[in-house]
């Protein structure tokens, strides 16, 4: 691409974009780098190489585009929530806390930031922050199986068990009813009503004789009350990352 400087690396960053959306993911980097070796102070290819390196399962590069992104544009909420849900994931939740309370802040009615969020304090054992992030996600997206399933799980932790399958149950009907298979939400495509199901069965009497494991647990996998029986099958529960808008 032959330009000067702005429209070229306009292009390459649209390009990058085109080729990360086929899933074309080192050709997709190469031309973020392009847009990077053009101008470095701009947000958005940083942002945009932390996505694709992230893709890649290059933890570590895609943490320092997207610190690099953060850095050069402190508002960007796609980036704040992408670099605090990459915290989250590897485990480092404290270090994401910071990211996704900002992410949330500025822009309270987020999806994404306020599923991150409310999941990260859940598991930061804050219960009482987490139950006021998961209501202020059920108001912005009521319907929502996400928000209702991590409600649910809140409720069980408190010992509010039937509340918790009550909520399980409605969302199963309103899945049935809307005939809606995913939650743009949950990972990796994963279907609302296995994590239902999942969830329902910490309800059973069985189940709740067992206490909560202590500590946290690995992985995105909502928690278990007793053992645990196929953890290699249960669907994850995190934000897949926003790609960018520019």
Known sequence: IEADPETAANAYNNQGNVLLGLGKTVEAIESYRHVIAIDAGVAVPHFNLGNALRALGQIGEAEAAYRQSVELAPGNVDALNNLGGLLKDAGRREDALEFLRTAAAIEPSNESALFNLTDCLERLNLLDDAAAAAEKFLAVAPASPAANILMARLERRAGKLEA??????????????????????????????????????????????????????????????????????????????SLGRQ
Do not use: F, T, Y
């Not at 059973?204 to 996998?221: K, L, T």
């Open 164 to 241: 918790a399958l009550a909520r399980l149950e409605g969302v199963a009907r309103e899945l049935v009813v809307a005939d809606e298979l995913r939650d743009p939400i949950l990972a990796d495509g994963a279907a609302p009503q296995r994590v239902v199901d999942i969830e329902r069965q910490h309800l059973r009497p069985a189940a709740v004789q067992h206490p909560i494991g202590g500590g946290e647990s690995g992985g995105n996998a909502p928690r278990r009350l007793g053992r645990e029986r196929h953890p290699a099958v249960e669907p994850q529960l995190r934000v897949v990352p």
